[in-house]
């Protein structure tokens, strides 16, 4: 969680007079919020349970958007202006797919919605705000430096993420601002980026807000997407030297029960080579639905083997939200 004491170095804040639009009242949209996380939920032991970091309000009736992990499996949420007003939250919704949650505000915010912009027409080099709860002494100025695809070691793929540079150091739920005053996306990690000198330059990486658009009257109404849940494995892997390895099993998931091991390395899904965390990921979508068979080939110490693992839906696993 952001310290409360913690400011940006001047040099790296936004300036009014680089921006057409009110830059102060913008940052006005963008809170701080905290939450706490029961011990036995099933994220507690990778994402702990105090949690914090941002949102941004985006309804004038309180519903505020942030990063998914910062409020899965949440029993409390506090919500804090910059003029010092803190009210509680609750959970409206999260979608595993794209890592967008939405809480609602259970008290008057009183600040303004900050409208959601166009992400896709986002060009590298465009001046933007990574906006912090706390103002502009809280807010990075910063430009797009890439947009790519993300692939994430906990069966995750964002198609088209953006990277802004330079990164804001508590990034979590960040507001990417635009050149309108518009919301282009939504914090979600810290990267290195190498360069050629062996150097690393980090990057905020930001979900982009045209990806809420399609899902977004869903999570309000029915807490997730209108659409069946990928199947899911409870695995965590990574890329070393061209091969796909499991650095991690998620307890008691699918990829647990079908005693799956640290250190496997995944040759094929349904008979497809598989060279990439992305292509993994994709294979194991194409089966089906959550719930399907998910043939895998492993080569476990220089065995090679063809493991069935019955795929579970993610959400299944957590705790449901509190109700207020």
């Known amino acids: 969680m952001p310290p409360p004491s913690y400011r940006i170095p001047e040099s790296l804040t936004p300036k009014p007079g680089d921006f057409s639009f009110d830059l102060d009242e913008t940052l006005r949209s963008v809170v701080s919020m905290s939450a706490t996380v029961p011990s036995d939920a099933f994220t507690a ?5 105090e949690r914090g970091g941002h949102g941004v309000l985006i309804r004038e009736r309180g519903v505020v958007l942030t990063i998914g ?3 899965t499996e949440a029993e409390t949420i506090w919500l804090s202006t910059n003029d010092g007003r803190v009210v509680g939250g609750t959970v409206l919704g999260y979608d595993q797919e794209t890592g967008f949650g939405l809480v609602q505000a259970l008290g008057k915010l009183e600040i303004p919605a900050m409208p959601l912009g166009h992400s896709s027409a986002a060009e590298l ?8 709860s706390g103002g502009r002494a809280h807010s990075v100025a910063a430009r797009i430096a890439s947009r790519q695809e993300f692939a994430g070691y906990w069966e995750y793929v964002l198609p088209d993420a953006l990277y802004t540079t330079p990164a804001h150091p508590f990034w979590g739920g960040t507001a990417l601002i635009g050149p309108a005053g518009d919301l282009l996306g939504i ?6 980026h190498g360069r050629d000198d062996g150097s690393n330059v980090p990057l905020n990486m930001y979900v982009p807000i045209d990806a ?5 009257e869903d999570l309000l109404t029915l807490g997730r997407p209108n659409r069946p849940p990928r199947p899911w494995l409870g695995l965590y892997a990574t890329e070393i030297d061209e091969s796909i390895v499991i650095a991690g099993i998620a307890g008691k998931g699918p990829a647990a029960k079908a005693k799956i091991r640290t250190g496997d390395i995944v040759l094929a899904v349904a008979g497809k080579k598989v060279g990439a965390l992305a292509e993994l990921f994709r294979g194991i979508w194409r089966q089906g639905d959550a719930g399907v068979d998910i043939p895998l080939t ?3 110490d220089g065995e090679v083997m063809d493991l069935i693992i019955a795929s579970g839906d993610r959400d299944r696993y ?3 939200p509190s109700l207020h």
């Open 69 to 71: 992990y910062l409020i």
């Open 212 to 216: 809420l658009k399609p899902i977004l």
């Open 187 to 192: 914090g979600s990690l810290q990267l290195q």
């Open 318 to 320: 957590l705790k449901s």
């Open 298 to 300: 492993i080569l476990r």
């Open 125 to 132: 080099g465009t001046r933007v705000v990574a906006g912090g």
């Open 45 to 49: 032991e990778v994402l702990g349970t």
